[in-house]
């Protein structure tokens, strides 16, 4: 996988993670940041999962951050 890569899903993570309980997206938002975090695991351990699935993480990532945000501005 390649480093930036690692780098936005770390990101992604310290994100997903300040999304408030009270949100409509926090338990969807809670179920991204875990496979995002399996993905990281497996690619420490060698088994780098297919840059397919990386980057569906990442989209589906920004796009709870965008919902999330959207809900503050209401």
């Not at 497996?42 to 965008?66: A, C, R, W």
Request: glycine share 8%; hydrophobic share 40%.
């Amino acid at each position: 996988m390649d480093n930036e890569f690692i780098i936005t899903l770390q990101f992604l993570i310290s994100r997903l993670e300040r999304i408030s309980a009270d949100s409509v997206v926090a338990h969807r938002a809670s179920g991204i940041r875990g496979a995002i975090l399996r993905a990281l695991e497996q690619s420490e351990t060698g088994n780098f999962p297919s840059e397919k699935h990386v980057k569906y993480l990442i989209d589906m990532g920004y796009s709870l951050l965008q919902k999330a945000a959207g809900e503050i501005g209401r």
